[in-house]
């Protein structure tokens, strides 16, 4: 009986562990309805989703986001991204599949824990958090399913998705 219950106890630390171990999602990108009704435009922007580690991650948050888009920076181009692009041609929602071939990569070559979304939008004014940059964790138990949905809004980037609080 000790036996079953160690090996029980054992298992569920196992699946605890796994849980919270990055996984790949139905990341979905697209312009907020409201936004498109508000403001009848689709501008042109391109939206950046870069993998990160744990030493990348921090790197990331703290690079200004004007900095990150100016093409003289080579910052961007070293980077393992997918690129969206939006616009008044081509608006429809864009999905990053958890089948995409990238996710391997990030995952399993590049232990990416985490996604950082940049969008090329121009900042109207320096009051607020900067929306421009959305950093989302990786870990299932972060999330209920495997769908993510993002919203673009004229001050940036908005997670629909409810992500659950980190666990301490």
Known sequence: MRKLFLL???SLALTACQSSAPREYNLSVAYDPIT????????????????ANET???????????????????????LRKKTFYFSE????????GRDDKVWKTWLEKRGASHLVLFINLPRDGAKGPDMRRLTLPLAADRWDGTDIEVSIIPAGLLLQTPLKPEDN
């Open 56 to 78: 990348t991650l921090k790197q990331l948050e703290q690079t200004e986001i004007d900095d990150y888009f100016d093409p003289s920076n080579v910052l961007r181009d070293s």
């Open 89 to 96: 041609e081509d608006y429809e929602k864009k999905t990053l």
């Open 8 to 10: 029980l106890v054992g």
């Open 36 to 51: 498109i009704e508000r403001f009848r435009v689709f501008p042109s922007v391109e939206v950046d989703i870069v993998e």
